[in-house]
C-alpha cells in the first residue's frame, strides 16, 4: 500500500512538473521571433515581494546646532553636498568582480567480499536434495557465494570570472542611523539577447565618495546578481527532459 502511494505522489509530481513545462513552452512559442521584452520602470516599494529592511539599530543621535553659526555638526562640508543622501537620490555602483577558483578532488573505493560454506552434512536431508533439484548436487560443494565493489571518481574545478560593470541605483530607504537600502536595476537589450544586471543591499553614506559613487565591495547585504534572457540564454542551459532526468534519476 506504501508502495502505491509514493508512486501516485512521484506520478502527480512528474505530471505536475509536466503541466508547467507545457504553459512555460507554450509561452516560448508564442514569443517566437520577438525580442524579449524589457521591465516597465516601477517603483521597487510597490512590488507584492519587496519588504522594508530592519536591521538592529544604535539610538538616535542627537545633532548639536549652534545659534548664529553657519556650520551644523552634520555638514560633510561647507557647501552643499552633491552626493546621494535623501530617498530616491541616484547614485552609482562600481562593481569589479575577479574571481578565480582551483579544486581537485579524487576518490577511490575498493571492496572484496567472499563467502564460502561447506554444508556436508544438512540434518540428513543431503542425499535426498536430488529429488528436489532437477540434477544430482554434491553435498560437499552447496554454498559458495562472492561480490566485489569498485567505485571511482575524480572532479576538477577550474573558474575564473571577471566582472567589471557600473549600475546607476536609488536610494529607497533610510534607517535610523543614517544608512541606506540602495536598489538598481539595468537592462540592455542587444538583437534577440537581453542582459540584465540587479543589484540591492545597505551603504553607509561616508562611503560614497566626492563623484556619488559607492563599490561594491561596501555594500552590506549586497545581493548582485548577472544573467540573461534571449535565445543565446537558451541555447546555452539543459533541455528541460534532460534536467529533469538529472533531478530524479537516482544512479
Keep these: 500500500m506504501r508502495n502505491i502511494t509514493t508512486h501516485r505522489r512521484t506520478f502527480l509530481l512528474m505530471g505536475t512538473c509536466a503541466l ?37 539599530m544604535p539610538k538616535p543621535e542627537h545633532v548639536a546646532r549652534e545659534k548664529n553659526s553657519l556650520w551644523e555638526s552634520n555638514r560633510q562640508t561647507f557647501f552643499k553636498d552633491q ?10 555602483v562600481l562593481i569589479e568582480i575577479k574571481d ?16 564460502s560454506a561447506d554444508l556436508s552434512a544438512f540434518l540428513g536431508y543431503e542425499n535426498s536434495l536430488n529429488r528436489v533439484l532437477p540434477e544430482s548436487i554434491d553435498p560437499t560443494n552447496l554454498t559458495d557465494t562472492g561480490s566485489k565493489s569498485k567505485s571511482n571518481g575524480s572532479g576538477t574545478i577550474d573558474r575564473q570570472e571577471k566582472i567589471e560593470v557600473k549600475l546607476a541605483a536609488l536610494i529607497t530607504q533610510l534607517l535610523p542611523n543614517g544608512n541606506m537600502v540602495i536598489h538598481g536595476k539595468q537592462e ?15 551603504i553607509r553614506p561616508e562611503d560614497i565618495s566626492v563623484d556619488n559613487t559607492v563599490s561594491y565591495d561596501q555594500i552590506a547585504e549586497a545581493r548582485i546578481t548577472y544573467g540573461g ?23
Excluded at 512555460?24 to 510597490?46: D, F, L, Q, V
Design 100 to 115: 578565480k577558483a582551483q579544486l581537485d578532488n579524487e576518490t577511490e573505493r575498493t571492496r572484496d567480499n567472499s563467502e
Design 188 to 202: 540592455v537589450r542587444v538583437n534577440f539577447e537581453k542582459r540584465i544586471l540587479e543589484v540591492d543591499g545597505v
Design 83 to 92: 552626493r546621494a543622501s535623501n530617498t530616491g537620490d541616484i547614485l552609482t
Design 229 to 251: 534572457e534571449g535565445q543565446i540564454t537558451d541555447v546555452q542551459q539543459p533541455r528541460y527532459g534532460q534536467q529533469l532526468y538529472d533531478i530524479i534519476f537516482p544512479f
Design 20 to 56: 508547467l513545462s507545457a504553459c512555460s513552452t507554450a509561452e516560448r512559442i508564442s514569443k517566437i521571433g520577438e525580442a524579449p521584452e524589457m521591465a516597465k520602470i516601477s517603483n521597487p516599494m510597490t512590488d507584492p515581494n519587496y519588504q522594508p529592511v530592519s536591521l538592529p
